[in-house]
């Protein structure tokens, strides 16, 4: 395998625990490589909060990561969370076969607060991180099925080798793709204990992407899916109008949850994720 030329890496590096950070690097030899850390058995989710209305209604929320070519090179952690561009392709077909209809977290806040109509079987679709991989491959088969997705960007490496730009994400914004917030640096927020640190990563994310882009920001993905009440506080003051955890609490969304949408990793071969989302 060719050495890796002058690779930009984003690592976290934890001890201990059930729950994987992504860290991609994108060479300019075109091999990719991804490694994971563990998330140390402390940071558990904050359970489900009740609903304050008794309506839910079931949107599965997709969470992709990696979308490229694989490389004999990949570690079996990084397969974990990969789709190649065909099985992603293959995946967005079988929404449209199957029944299911693409929306929007806008669509779903606007369920919730003002009345208005989903579709039958919705379904959303995220990405998290920013890589540009995601600009690469993903974002023209979301073209070619007509489909939306929000591409939650944490915002401190926008512009660096292997992250998507600023002209990327104003075109995928023009092309009717949302972009949220992932944070600044992608921390454990609820290991951010300097109470000025924890806001600047939640608003000043929002802010950067608002200034840079000229739009409003409404949707904000807690990194690693970690949060707790006073941060989900913060969320809400900061001026999001949702906010998607990375924890299946299964499809049902609802009203009370608009700050804890349940969510999960897209099985990453067809009849994985054929099977997760029948077509009856």
Do not use: C
Request: hydrophobic fraction near 40%; charged fraction near 20%.
């Amino acid at each position: 395998m060719p050495p890796l030329a002058r690779a930009s890496i984003f690592v976290a590096v934890l001890a201990a625990g059930g729950f994987f950070l992504f860290a991609h690097s994108r060479a300019e030899s075109k091999e990719n490589q991804a490694t994971y850390a563990e998330v140390p058995a402390d940071a558990t989710p904050m359970p489900p909060a009740a609903a304050t209305s008794p309506e839910t209604v079931s949107v599965p929320v997709l969470v992709y990561h990696i979308v490229r070519p694989s490389y004999p090179s990949d570690s079996q952690a990084v397969k974990t969370l990969a789709h190649t561009p065909e099985v992603f392709d293959e995946e967005m077909k079988y929404l449209a076969d199957a029944g299911y209809h693409v929306v929007s977290f806008g669509d779903l806040e606007n369920h919730f607060k003002s009345g208005a109509a989903l579709p039958t079987k919705p379904i959303i679709i995220s990405f998290d991180d920013g890589w540009r991989d995601q600009f690469e491959y993903a974002f023209p088969i979301l073209k070619k099925y007509g489909y939306t997705a929000t591409f939650f960007v944490f915002t401190n490496p926008i512009g660096r080798k292997g992250f998507v730009t600023w002209d990327d994400l104003r075109l995928m914004h023009d092309a009717g793709m949302t972009i949220g917030s992932h944070s600044l640096s992608h921390p454990f927020l609820t290991k951010v204990a300097e109470p000025a640190a924890l806001w600047s990563e939640i608003y000043n994310s929002k802010e950067k992407i608002e200034k840079n882009l000229g739009i409003t920001v409404s949707e904000f993905a807690y990194p690693f899916g970690q949060y707790n009440s006073d941060i989900v506080a913060l969320v809400k003051k900061a001026g999001y109008a949702s906010a998607r955890g990375d924890y299946y609490y299964g499809t049902e969304q609802s009203a009370g949850r608009l700050y804890e949408l349940s969510a999960l990793n897209a099985p990453t071969t067809t009849v994985l994720f054929a099977r997760k989302f029948p077509a009856n």
